[in-house]
């Protein structure tokens, strides 16, 4: 349990979150980059000097930047991470869009469903590019459970569905000469993510396809069709309905293998997945994050005799079909 101070500064710190969210869309650490002052950083960014120095000595004092005399500098953390050629800036850009959708959280929980209009994100090409370069970053990070649960050897088939970057097919597929991929997602992801797989050397094995996952039919022949960060978006029913044309599109034995957040069953844990639930109510139509349970019973409907989660608190489900 939280004491009042506790929860006191959990209310302000949002205080901290928007100064660090400021700087990364004006690049101001690039601005600064190994030194400048705030006159000198104010004109690189377009920025008012004065101001920009209030919040480049706000950053001093978070830790995110260096300051002796009148001169600025990133600190070494900063300075790889969100400046230069290797920057996790477009990624972490993304945390700049969800502040606005989470400012409507308490216009959302009177209506039941998010007030701004599901996808109005998804036309800005910025906002896209920003979104698939931080599913990206975490898929990269996050592929080594998911290679383990799928399996490394064997001739094998896939579907990613909106598979977004194509991370996951890229990790399955480095892990696995004999795997071959198709990622389906809306013709203006699929673009990025030939990108993301062309630069993994990969375009000859995996290939990518312009499709709506809410409605299409994917084919037949697969051995296991992933459906990774997908099901929070949608709401049950649609799950439901998802899950059963992902089964139809399988081979006989085949699998569905499904990463996401999962609740437990008084959906008061994990911390994360239960925020992730009100980043859906914001964002989302009808969109939350769900219990294993719910999972199970998708699951089966669509085929599955078998389902299994290969961590007791992982967040990979297996359906196994037959």
């Known amino acids: 349990m939280r004491s009042v101070e506790e929860l006191t500064a959990a209310m302000r710190a949002f205080q901290e979150s928007r100064v660090l ?36 000595n706000a950053l001093v004092a978070l830790g995110a930047m260096q300051k002796e005399g009148a001169l600025y500098r990133t600190t070494p953390v900063t300075a790889g991470w969100l400046c230069g050629p290797q920057s996790a800036r477009l990624g972490l850009l993304h945390i700049a869009g969800l502040w606005k959708t989470w400012s409507t959280l308490t216009s959302a929980v009177r209506t039941g469903t998010a007030v701004r209009a599901p996808g109005v994100e998804k036309a800005d090409e910025e906002w896209t590019r920003a979104f698939i370069a931080a599913m990206h970053q975490r898929a990269a990070r996050d592929a080594g459970a998911l290679v383990e649960a799928v399996g490394r050897t064997g001739p094998c088939r896939l579907l990613d569905v909106g598979g977004g970057s194509g991370a996951y097919s890229i990790a399955l597929a480095q892990a696995n000469p004999d795997l071959t991929a198709i990622v389906l997602d809306q013709p203006h992801v699929t673009g990025l993510a030939r990108d993301y797989i062309a630069v993994a050397g990969l375009s000859a094995r995996i290939a990518t396809q312009d499709g709506d996952l809410r409605a299409d039919h994917f084919g037949q022949g697969f051995d296991v069709v992933l459906v990774s960060a997908i099901c929070h978006m949608l709401g049950e029913e649609e799950n439901r309905d998802l899950l059963i044309r992902c089964g139809r599109a399988l081979k006989p034995g085949g699998r569905i293998v499904v990463r996401d957040f999962i609740l437990d069953e008084d959906r008061t844990f994990p911390p994360q997945a239960v925020l992730f639930s009100l980043n859906m109510l914001v964002g989302t139509s009808g969109g939350a994050s769900y219990t294993q349970a719910e999972y199970d019973a998708w699951l089966r409907a669509a085929g599955c005799g078998e389902v299994v989660r290969p961590k007791p608190q992982g967040d990979v489900l297996i359906g196994m079909m037959g």
């Open 21 to 56: 969210l400021s700087a990364l869309e004006l690049d101001a650490f690039t601005a600064v980059g190994e030194g400048a002052t705030a006159d000198q950083a104010a004109a690189r960014a377009g920025c008012d000097a004065r101001a920009l120095a209030m919040l480049l």
